[in-house]
Every structure is written in structure tokens, then in C-alpha cells.
């Protein structure tokens, strides 16, 4: 096939374009920011803000993957954050159903749920979290990723097209999990995560997955790691932070706190990696490397 890689250059947009060309898609990248260095796959310098733009880039293509957003409400004005999310998608969407492109996977986020950058922090109703949580975003960042949704199921009512939005917690590698998770997991805004991550690997690989899904309409799941990031086990974490939150099911170990029942039954997903399994030196805090 040939696919559209949106915000290709964005951390997790270059592992996903560098896994689906590694499938023998060929693969175009669009991004804001200007190609840097070789890539395997065609890169495009273009704002997807610009309809123009997006249906004259996006119109002979077999499957869209919608990546392009600004991904944290850190560093940018709340409007802006919205804007350039919810008019990106839009025009993406529009372009796609316009151009009767059969298939659009958009990475949605956790964020639908208010994680982590919500204020105030609300418990989940119950844990694991999954399909059935309510929605309770917040703040202008999960907004646009809930309205993402949500302008992609206006789209596919419109018949032509079928959608998956995986909602996802923080992406890491094991060349960044160190630098990022270590100073976060021990503090107490930690549980604002729901000490929940997805290997970058995993997450390209749950793509490719749904680019392949049978079904028809518009389908949400989440992809997450199996595990926490922390150190601790689950029972003795709620017990500390989150003690009056229900349960749905038995967690143990170091079981993760999103359930990926779903994509386990609609796509076949099952996360492969753990941050348990990075080498020594990539699982040591930044200041204790040499």
C-alpha cells in the first residue's frame, strides 16, 4: 500500500514510518518541520492546517496514519494547542473521506481520560482502565485528541471509510525511558500516568495492525505496555496512591493499569516489550550512567 505518515518526523512518527516501509509499504511522510537526515521512505515538508495542503498530499493514497499534533500542552498556549490539533485532524480526515481513502488510523491518547495533564487530577472510576471509562478530558490537549475521535466518527458515518483510533499513554524506547521516566516514577505525580507506558516498537507494530483490520466503522481500543513503569508492584501502588478506587479484576505483579482486551480481540495486539527487559545502563537514572 501506499501510505501517509503524518508528523513522520515526531518521535513516534519515525518509528512508525520506519516499520511499515520495513512491510514494504511505500511510505510517505508529512511534516512541518523539514526532512533530517536519510530516511528509507519519501518525506514531505508541508502544514497540514492548509486543507489545500493536506487533500493534495493525501489524495492518491491507500491509508492514512495520523500522527501530526502537537503532543503535550507543555510550552504552548492552550489555543494553540487546540487549534493546530483540531484543524490539523480535520483537514486530514476531510481529505481522506474526500479522496475515499478506505482506511485512517489516528493515534488518539489516554489523555480522552483526563491523564495525565488534567487539573484536577480525577481517580478512574474503576481499574483497569478500558473501553467502557468515561471520557473525562480536561485540558485543551485531551480535548483535541477526544474531538480527533470524534471528527473521524462524523467522517465514517458518512460511509467510504473505516477508522481505528488507539488511544495510547507515553511512548518510550529504551533510549529514552531512562532520561524520562526515571525522575517521574518516584514522585507523586507519577500516578497521573497511571504509571502506564507503550514501548515505541509496540506501538509502530500496533499500527501496522490496524492497518490491517478487517472490521467496518470506526473502532477505539488502547494499546499499552502489559506492565507499569514502576518499580513497585500494582497492589502495593494502589494501595499507597489510589486505595479507594475498585477493582475489575486481580493485578498482579506488576500488572498495567489499562486493559488491552480489545486490541488483543479486534487487531491481535499484544505488547512485546517491557521496559523490564532494556539493558542495565538503560534502566539506570540519567545521573547514574558514566
Same mark, same amino acid.
Given at each position: ?63 492514512? +496514519? ?14 494553540? +494547542? ?73 467522517? +465514517? ?70 506492565? /507499569?513503569?514502576?518499580?513497585?508492584? /500494582? ?9 479507594? +478506587? ?23 495486539? /499484544? ?20
Amino acid at each position: 500500500m501506499k501510505i501517509i505518515v503524518t508528523g513522520s518526523q515526531g518521535f513516534l512518527g519515525r518509528h512508525v514510518a520506519d516499520h511499515l516501509g520495513r512491510a514494504d509499504h511505500e511510505i510517505v511522510g508529512i511534516d512541518k518541520s523539514p526532512p533530517s537526515g536519510a530516511a528509507g521512505w519519501a518525506q514531505v515538508s508541508a502544514d497540514l492546517a492548509q486543507f489545500a495542503s493536506a487533500l493534495e498530499l493525501i489524495r492518491d493514497a491507500d491509508a492514512v +496514519v495520523h500522527l501530526a499534533a502537537i503532543p503535550r500542552p507543555i510550552g504552548h498556549t492552550a489555543g494553540d +494547542v487546540f487549534h493546530t490539533n483540531v484543524a490539523t485532524t480535520f483537514n486530514v480526515v476531510e481529505a481522506a473521506r474526500l479522496a475515499r481513502i478506505p482506511r485512517l488510523v489516528y493515534v488518539s491518547s489516554i489523555s480522552v481520560l483526563g491523564y495525565p495533564f488534567g487539573q484536577p487530577f480525577v481517580p478512574p472510576k474503576a481499574l483497569p482502565v478500558d473501553e467502557n471509562s468515561p471520557i473525562h478530558a480536561q485540558d485543551a490537549y485531551g480535548l483535541s485528541k477526544w474531538l480527533g475521535e470524534e471528527i473521524i466518527e462524523a467522517a +465514517v458515518r458518512q460511509g467510504g471509510l473505516s477508522a481505528v483510533s488507539l488511544r495510547m499513554p507515553w511512548v518510550q524506547s529504551p533510549e529514552t525511558f531512562a532520561a524520562q521516566v526515571g525522575p517521574r516514577r518516584n514522585s507523586t505525580e507519577a500516578v497521573r500516568d497511571l504509571w502506564s507506558y507503550i514501548d515505541a516498537r509496540d506501538a509502530a507494530h500496533g499500527i501496522g495492525l490496524a492497518l490491517g483490520w478487517r472490521g467496518d466503522g470506526h473502532l477505539r481500543v488502547y494499546l499499552a505496555a502489559a506492565d /507499569t513503569y514502576l518499580e513497585e508492584e /500494582t497492589a502495593a501502588a494502589l494501595a499507597r496512591a489510589l486505595p479507594s +478506587v475498585p477493582l475489575l479484576r486481580a493485578l498482579p505483579g506488576f500488572s498495567g493499569l489499562i486493559d488491552t482486551a480489545k486490541a488483543r480481540q479486534e487487531l491481535g495486539f /499484544t505488547a512485546q516489550h517491557s521496559w523490564r527487559d532494556y539493558s542495565t545502563k538503560e534502566k539506570l537514572d540519567p545521573e547514574q550512567k558514566n
